[in-house]
Nanobody
Framework: QVQVVESGGGLVQAGGSLRLSCAAS????????AGWYRQGPGKQRELVAT???????NYADSVKGRFTISRDNAKNTVYLQMNTLKPEDTAVYYC?????????????????WGQGTQVTVSS
């Protein structure tokens, strides 16, 4: 079963940078799309950025120009470079991946989430 694990969160001052990583693992699989989501204190989970197999990206308006999503297909890893961080970026950041995996002799789809990584931006 395909799993994803996030890393790279931490405490940073406003204006600083962090890079989050999302590593996918499994037997034989392919990632069609991946995304970063976040859930701040007392808020609902929201989309931050997504990247498709074609390489096309999409960003929430609140992070455009500051965050960059990218992927390393050889490492099955998706990154989120976060620059000029603001206190309102404080949240648990989750990685999501969707695609297909080989199960026996058939391909089946998957949609998996990581456990999240905490990002705290101090003012």
């Amino acid at each position: 079963q395909v799993q994803v694990v996030e890393s790279g969160g931490g405490l940073v001052q406003a204006g600083g940078s962090l890079r989050l990583s999302c590593a996918a693992s499994g037997s034989i699989f392919r990632i069609n799309a991946a995304g970063w989501y976040r859930q701040g204190p007392g808020k609902q989970r929201e989309l931050v950025a997504t990247i498709r197999g074609s390489g096309s990206t999409n960003y929430a308006d609140s992070v455009k120009g500051r965050f960059t999503i990218s992927r390393d297909n050889a490492k099955n890893t998706v990154y989120l470079q976060m620059n000029t961080l603001k206190p309102e970026d404080t949240a648990v950041y989750y990685c999501n991946a969707v695609g297909s995996e080989l199960f026996g002799t058939n391909w089946r789809s998957y949609d998996t989430w990581g456990q999240g990584t905490q990002v705290t931006v101090s003012s």
